[in-house]
């Protein structure tokens, strides 16, 4: 995947606003459940450098989800048709549902050298991974304790019975990709989590090869000495 060439930005944790860097794709992947969705929603909300990748899907809204917002909710045909035109950056199959991220909004806000979240499964993460490794951080986010999974699935309360049941047989196969990831939190405390995954993206951000406008920045710095 060709990615576009970042441009100025500012994010907290850039040594100068001058700088500018390459923006980077975090992902976070878990078993159903595990609590991805609310470490976002907490992230976002604390965090102006970082955009969520609002991916489509062909599966059903669930009750207070928002189109456009939690999901671009598609029908089977026309998410065909997005693969079929090479609109994706990554797509899957996933609990019988097909799932995709559509790749012109990303382009946009990677170009403009802002930070990208990702809620997908390994098989995205996967096909990120091959086309973008420099540019990808990836998180993976277990739970306590499979009990502790099951429950949080219920007290969602947003699935039925027969939903959680699939998804609690799909999450051992899930958990089984944790090794790949750059990244492996325990999400017991949502707080914590939160912390963590911040602490991950701030350190990420000063990796050296993404700070694209250090080599002209230390150029500076010498020429005044
Ligand atoms: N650390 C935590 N302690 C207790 N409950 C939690 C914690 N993290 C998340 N939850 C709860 O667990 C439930 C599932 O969380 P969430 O929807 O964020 O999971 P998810 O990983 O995004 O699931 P999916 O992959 O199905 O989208 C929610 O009711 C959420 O409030
Ligand atoms: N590969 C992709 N996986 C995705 C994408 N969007 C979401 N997901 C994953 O699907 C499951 C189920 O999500 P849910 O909202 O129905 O509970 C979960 O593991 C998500 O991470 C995507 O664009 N690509």
Redesign the pocket.
């Given at each position: 995947m060709a990615l576009p060439s970042p441009q100025s930005s500012a994010p907290s944790s850039a040594p100068s606003k001058d700088i500018s860097r390459r923006g980077l794709m975090l992902v976070l992947s878990?078993p159903?459940?595990?609590?991805?969705?609310?470490?976002s929603r907490r992230l976002l909300e604390r965090d102006s450098g970082i955009t969520m990748s609002v991916s489509a899907t062909t599966r059903a809204m669930r009750p207070g989800e928002v189109p456009g917002v939690d999901y671009h909710f598609i029908d089977l045909p026309r998410f065909d048709q997005m693969v079929e035109d090479g609109e994706f950056l990554e797509y899957a199959r996933v609990f019988g549902n097909c799932y995709g991220t559509p790749r012109g909004a990303v382009e946009e806000a990677l170009g403009a050298g802002r930070d990208v979240l990702f809620?997908i499964d390994w098989q995205g993460t996967q096909q990120l991974g091959q086309n973008a490794r420099d540019d990808l951080v990836s998180i993976f986010?277990l739970p306590p304790s499979g009990e502790e999974l099951e429950r949080?699935?219920h007290?969602?309360a947003q699935d039925s019975a027969e939903v959680i049941a699939g998804?609690m047989a799909k999450a051992s196969d899930e958990i089984s990709h944790w090794a790949e990831y750059d990244y492996v939190i325990i999400?017991?405390?949502?707080e914590q989590?939160v912390a963590a995954v911040t602490a991950i993206l701030h350190a990420e951000r000063l990796r050296r090869r993404r700070q694209v406008g250090l080599p002209q920045f230390v150029k500076t710095v010498q020429a005044a000495l």
């Amino acid at each position: 995947m060709a990615l576009p060439s970042p441009q100025s930005s500012a994010p907290s944790s850039a040594p100068s606003k001058d700088i500018s860097r390459r923006g980077l794709m975090l992902v976070l992947s878990s078993p159903s459940g595990a609590g991805k969705t609310t470490i976002s929603r907490r992230l976002l909300e604390r965090d102006s450098g970082i955009t969520m990748s609002v991916s489509a899907t062909t599966r059903a809204m669930r009750p207070g989800e928002v189109p456009g917002v939690d999901y671009h909710f598609i029908d089977l045909p026309r998410f065909d048709q997005m693969v079929e035109d090479g609109e994706f950056l990554e797509y899957a199959r996933v609990f019988g549902n097909c799932y995709g991220t559509p790749r012109g909004a990303v382009e946009e806000a990677l170009g403009a050298g802002r930070d990208v979240l990702f809620d997908i499964d390994w098989q995205g993460t996967q096909q990120l991974g091959q086309n973008a490794r420099d540019d990808l951080v990836s998180i993976f986010v277990l739970p306590p304790s499979g009990e502790e999974l099951e429950r949080r699935l219920h007290s969602r309360a947003q699935d039925s019975a027969e939903v959680i049941a699939g998804r609690m047989a799909k999450a051992s196969d899930e958990i089984s990709h944790w090794a790949e990831y750059d990244y492996v939190i325990i999400n017991r405390d949502v707080e914590q989590s939160v912390a963590a995954v911040t602490a991950i993206l701030h350190a990420e951000r000063l990796r050296r090869r993404r700070q694209v406008g250090l080599p002209q920045f230390v150029k500076t710095v010498q020429a005044a000495l």
